[in-house]
């Protein structure tokens, strides 16, 4: 973005600093000066300087949003052109139709004149447009050009005795076709361009070019005038389509404020009114379908200190913010409530805030030669996450390997591996028309990799994967961060495999694990062997042996294995409380284990038996209980619970184990 230091001057009046210490200054603050030229301008010495400036601060492709940081950096005030065009009430109705939407359009500001006087632009106009590289066309033409590079708002002006009928906003098709102002005949290729039209034909590629058919000259004596706001991925699109970039499309490919456009739109009005005579002869026509939701964000003061390591003073934030256009409310000591401002499209974060302030307040100031003193922040990073890291540290030690797979897989697949009762979703972005499901267990992409491992003569397979699955329930769209297991050998047992996954999910910190038959098998496993894995009451997971079926005919390759697969639902593990009472920590105390036979009918919830096991223990004595043997008969389930003491005697152990068998007997009799 290229800037005169005068008129930075004129926006900046208290301004005492010279062009090179602005684009320093600037520098340092984020706007990168990549240009600096001494120029002549009004016949005097001036300076244009050339920022480079970063995509999200849409604000500051214009000359406002640039003199509005010299302004905040020097804690100077910004004097900003007020105009008020005159609303004519009683007047033309503007017939405008608004086909596009508010998907693709933000807002829009349009208005009639009538009498207008257009020539050639003065001396002062021509010259300030080709100090940026644009030709005079004419004053009409110009003030517009002018509009757009002092506020960074682009428009169309059209001629309207060259227009048919309604105007319209809506999405080209294509066929279409339109000859820009330059002359270049253009057939639009797609269908989901937004373009404004008359009755008959294309007038303008929204926010890209105008047309030749309604094109401004020296007779246009009846002007429409509009400007507007649009979905700025629907612009940068156009403009890749049709291979057109321009000073207009250059902005509103950005996150313009389409609040802002208002003071805009006045500006260009008063300076046409000004120039080039004439009257307005409607109202302004506004389409605004979605004001911006007021922005607030909570912000410590102390934040600015704990993210550079060097104090900054909170009443210096608060300044500062308030210098860049945020309001700031106080609420607590520490505590503020930020207003930002509709211009500021790329604050969204409390962290957004601190790059504010740092940078206002200088980076420089920041000791190259010392170790900066952070403050303790606090631990963000999820806690899915943190179980994921620890469940594939547990597994690489174990000897297990990490694979990745894709998220699609076949038809058949999903239907073999659901255990949850899930729909499928079907993925329009498809990799090819053989994988067109999203996946609902990691198992599907493990028993691939498997088969891949035992083509090369790989014997001991220990494999698992991280990953989302996805499906759909009751009408919802769901989709859960799980971890899979898979091991394939000739040695393990289920028994062997499971004391593997109960010993990484112990490790965790969760000790209440038992396992019951699942309401839904899966077809990929053995009936026999299939268990939902519960923990603290709630179902975590899923275990079971695969069939010999699942991986064809190459699981046997000349002698007998067996493949048992775990998948676990960090999502569900995240919401359980780990068991606080037994972490890994250095025994100081000996511990008592003690097995307790219960049996209860089938009828009956052996939860319900562990939780009145559990209220007869006090807390500090209990370091594990789990069920390690279950045996069903006709009507009866025996159960062995396995009870673990600390801090108590064995005798005294003993006494509490008998004491709570006694009242369960009692119970029941």
């Keep these: 973005m290229k800037v005169i230091y005068s ?8 301004l005492s600093a010279k062009p090179r210490e602005i684009g320093e200054v600037l520098t340092m603050a984020g706007l990168m000066l990549d240009g600096f030229e001494e120029i002549k301008y009004g016949k005097k010495t001036d300076w244009l300087l050339s920022f480079e400036v970063r995509q999200n601060r849409a604000d500051c492709f214009s000359l406002i949003g640039i003199a509005r940081e010299v302004a905040a950096y020097y804690g100077l005030k910004l004097v900003l052109p007020k105009a008020a065009i005159p609303e004519v009430k009683g007047k033309e109705k503007l017939a405008i139709t608004m086909a596009a939407g508010e998907r693709d359009v933000k807002r829009v500001l349009a208005v009639k004149m009538s009498g207008v006087k257009n020539s050639e632009s003065p001396a002062w106009l021509k010259e300030y447009l080709s100090i940026y590289g644009l030709n005079s066309k004419n004053l009409l033409v110009d003030l517009s050009n002018y509009i757009m590079i002092f506020t960074g708002y682009p428009s169309h002006l059209l001629d309207l005795d060259k227009i048919s009928g309604k105007i319209s906003w809506t999405r080209a098709k294509a066929g279409e076709k339109i000859t820009t102002l330059d002359g270049t005949s253009i057939t639009l290729q797609k269908n989901d361009g937004v373009a404004i039209k008359d009755e008959e034909k294309i007038l303008a590629l929204a926010g890209i070019v105008g047309g030749k058919e309604a094109e401004i000259g020296l007779k246009t004596a009846e002007l429409f005038i509009e400007m507007a706001v649009y979905n700025g991925a629907i612009i940068r699109k156009n403009s890749r389509d049709t291979r057109i970039v321009t000073e207009a499309s250059s902005r509103l490919e950005k996150d313009l404020d389409p609040e802002a456009s208002a003071a805009a739109f006045d500006l260009l009005v008063s300076l046409i009114l000004k120039y080039a005579k004439g009257k307005i002869v409607s109202n302004t026509f506004e389409y605004y379908p979605a004001k911006p939701k007021k922005n607030i964000i909570n912000f410590n003061a102390d934040f600015a200190s704990v993210f550079s390591g060097i104090d900054i003073n909170p009443a210096t934030s608060v300044k500062i913010l308030k210098n860049l256009g945020f309001a700031v409310k106080q609420k607590s000591r520490k505590a503020y409530a930020v207003f930002v401002p509709s211009f500021r499209t790329d604050i969204a974060l409390p962290e957004d805030l601190v790059e504010e302030v740092v940078r206002i307040y200088g980076y420089q100031k920041i000791p190259a030669d010392e170790t900066p003193v952070f403050k303790a922040t606090r631990d963000i990073t999820p806690r899915h996450v943190k179980l994921v890291q620890a469940m594939k540290s547990i597994l690489h030690h174990n000897g297990f390997d990490e694979i990745l797979s894709l998220p699609l897989c076949e038809k058949t697949e999903n239907a073999k591996a659901d255990y949850q009762g899930w729909e499928t979703i079907l993925a329009e972005n498809a990799v090819n028309e053989f994988y067109p499901e999203l996946r609902q267990s990691l198992v599907i992409g493990l028993i691939k990799q498997a088969r891949e491992f035992q083509k090369k003569n790989i014997v001991w397979i220990d494999i698992f994967e991280s990953g989302k699955i996805f499906g759909k329930k009751d009408g919802k769209y769901l989709e859960r961060e799980s971890f899979g297991v898979l091991s394939v050998s000739g040695e393990n047992t289920a ?16 000790n209440d694990i038992r396992y ?9 496993c053995n009936p026999d062997s299939c268990w939902e894995i519960i923990t603290a009451g709630k179902v975590c997971g899923i275990f079971y042996k695969l069939t010999r079926e699942a991986f064809g005919k190459s699981i046997d390759s000349g002698e007998k294995k067996n493949a048992y697969f775990a998948e676990i639902d960090i999502d569900a593990l995240e919401k359980i409380k780990t068991d606080a009472s037994n972490p890994a920590v250095e025994l100081i105390e000996k511990l008592v284990v003690l097995d307790m036979n219960v049996q209860i009918r089938k009828s009956e919830k052996i939860e319900n038996v562990i ?3 559990k209220n007869g223990i006090p807390k500090t004595n209990l370091w594990s209980l789990d069920v390690i043997d279950k045996f069903a008969g006709n009507d009866i389930v025996k159960y062995t619970i396995r009870i673990t003491y600390t801090g108590l005697s064995d005798p005294d152990a003993k006494k509490i184990n008998a004491r709570i068998l006694n009242d369960l007997q009692s119970k029941k009799s």
């Design 495 to 510: 028994t062997d495999f499971k004391n593997n996954i109960e010993g990484m999910i112990r490790m965790l910190g969760y």
């Design 7 to 14: 008129e930075i001057k004129k926006m900046v009046p208290g």
């Design 516 to 524: 019951e038959a699942p309401k839904i098998m899966p077809g990929l």
């Design 611 to 613: 939780a009145e096991i």
